[in-house]
């Protein structure tokens, strides 16, 4: 990825010599047009080697022909440089292009075309290197007229002068030591949860006599995880308390901003600091991580009893918390963190969809995205549940109102009823149906009881998602109207009809989206505890 480039403004001009390590300021020599605008590129920030691309344009308003445009290009390091290569890859320049006295394009004829790198060239006879800054000077020679210099600056459609950069450092640098350091580089989440304590200390090293004992470091952390869908890193660095400074080897200790907050992910954490006027830098390796612990799986479940201990929207306690343990197994078996097991370390589970952790969040009423709107859920097993549980509160009204709905205004049910099913009933000799049947949901007993709990099973139906071709103008739920039973239902049962649940069935798996279609009996399927049950037929009606 190419590094950022910032220019620096002059009110002069300036030559292409570095003398010790400063500009030096000249009138511009004969077919020397030199440039304003020094470009400078900050990898202070960067402790360990470096192998990258930047990339670079420029243009001027033409010379005479063989007149030179130069822009010279400075890049500023966190420690001494030890070994450098710079090799041009691309790029085209108008008309001819160099890097300092070496010809780098292809040179045609008079107003023939632009010069290209045909292939790569290494310039690194070119570069000036002084301490931790290195230079070199990007120059194009006009051959026609308009305009001279390099890139998309000349024309829109035309290739940035492309170096790539392979730079080791040697001499003084800051070393980082973890304190004490954790076993495989990672730290744990505890199952209580709790955060681990992160501790550190920075030293100076390659300076004699040793300034670490008077040197104020700045620390800054970062952690990472990785959405799947689409593929993404999402830092949670704006979480954690920044730019802590310590004196000498003092401590430095990892701080979130909220200190109930518990984040975790790949970590990565640098020192810098200014010694004799040189900023230097330090990191920690790659492979350090925070991860999680799984708690016993029997913790999870009394969460979810405490969670739902007044019952939810007129399902009993009993009712609600046997479903949502069966619904945490068919999520992720009731656990938070890779791999499946009870007291296992890893990171959080992300399924293909970005569902994460005990209950699979992945986008409800407050989580739109959980990485970013609640990132708690993803470290935090108690806050999974938490939000588990909200998830499923926020189904049962649609699970609830489902039924008027069918009989209300935006529903097509009551002309279905009154064009459709009276007139096939009038034909068979029998009364049409006088209102318009929608019983309200039966709201007590178990998950998978004969008689079904049709609150209960349609919001769990709704935690995946009320998906498929609408019916009647409305989102197909669980169960729908059975056209089969309303047109042959006996006259004598009508005044009863909107208290008869034989009015409704169980929608067929084969009228369902191939996604989810399953989803029910899949959680149906399961025992409190996570142990699978031999399947067994579902009634169809009710």
């Not at 930047?54 to 030890?82: C, E, L, N, W």
């Not at 799986?297 to 609600?320: E, Y």
């Not at 318009?436 to 709990?453: C, M, R, V």
């Amino acid at each position: 990825m190419p590094a950022r480039v910032k220019p620096f403004r002059s009110a002069g001009t300036w030559t292409a010599a570095v003398v010790l390590g400063l500009w030096a300021f000249v009138a511009p020599g004969p077919g020397l047009r030199a440039q304003t605008t020094p470009e400078i590129i900050d990898s202070t920030g960067i402790a360990g080697p470096i192998d990258d691309y930047t990339t670079h344009t420029y243009s001027v308003r033409a010379g005479g022909r063989g007149s030179f445009a130069d822009r010279m290009i400075v890049r500023r390091f966190a420690q001494p440089v030890k070994s450098l290569k710079l090799t041009i890859v691309a790029g085209q320049a108008d008309d001819i292009g160099y890097v300092g006295s070496r010809l780098v394009t292809n040179a045609r004829g008079y107003c023939e075309g632009l010069g290209s790198v045909q292939s790569p060239v290494d310039v690194t006879d070119q570069v000036t290197i002084d301490g931790n800054q290195a230079s070199f000077l990007l120059r194009a020679q006009e051959n026609c007229c308009c305009v001279t210099g390099w890139g998309s600056a000349t024309q829109y459609d035309r290739t940035d002068a492309k170096f790539h950069w392979e730079v080791t450092f040697g001499g003084p640098k800051i070393e980082i030591t973890l304190d004490p350091e954790p076993p495989d580089q990672r730290y744990v989440v505890t199952t209580t949860p709790t955060m681990p304590q992160v501790r550190a200390t920075a030293k100076v090293v390659g300076v004699s006599p040793d300034p670490t004992p008077t040197t104020v470091f700045t620390w800054h952390a970062s952690l990472a995880v990785d959405e799947r869908y689409p593929p993404e890193e999402v830092k949670f660095d704006d979480d954690i308390v920044q730019d802590t400074t310590t004196t000498g080897e003092a401590p430095y200790l990892l701080e979130l901003e909220k200190r109930s907050a518990i984040r975790g992910g790949r970590l990565k954490l640098t020192a810098t600091a200014s010694i004799d006027g040189q900023e230097m830098a330090g990191e920690t390796e790659d492979g350090l991580r925070i991860e999680g612990k799984n708690p016993l799986r029997s913790d999870v479940r009394s969460a979810i009893d405490s969670g739902v201990s007044g019952g939810i929207r007129g399902l009993s306690a009993t009712d609600t918390a046997n479903a949502l343990k069966r619904v945490a197994c068919q999520e992720y078996h009731q656990f938070q963190f890779e791999p499946k097991a009870e007291g296992g370390i890893g990171p959080v589970e992300v399924s293909f969809d970005d569902g994460v952790g005990i209950f699979q969040i992945t986008r409800t009423n407050r989580c739109y995205d959980p990485f970013i709107d609640c990132p708690q859920v993803l470290y935090d097993w108690r806050a999974n549940v938490t939000e588990g549980i909200a998830n499923f509160r926020d189904k049962v009204p649609s699970a609830r109102q489902y039924p008027a709905k069918l009989r209300g205004k935006s529903s097509t049910y009551p002309d279905f009823i009154k064009g459709t099913i009276n007139p096939i009933r009038k034909e068979a000799g029998l009364r049409p149906i006088p209102g318009i049947p929608a019983p309200q949901f039966t709201t007590t007993g178990l998950l998978g009881a004969d008689e079904p709990n049709q609150l209960l099973e349609d919001s769990i139906r709704g935690i995946n998602g009320f998906a498929g071709d609408r019916l009647y103008g409305l989102h197909l739920h669980e169960f729908r109207p059975d056209v089969a039973f309303l047109e042959k239902v006996p006259d004598a049962d009508l005044p009863k009809l909107n208290h008869d649940q034989r009015v409704w069935e169980r929608v067929p798996l084969t009228d369902r989206p191939e996604v989810g279609r399953d989803y029910v009996v899949k959680v149906t399927s399961w025992t409190t505890t996570c142990i699978k049950r031999a399947s067994r037929a579902r009634r169809t009606h009710r």
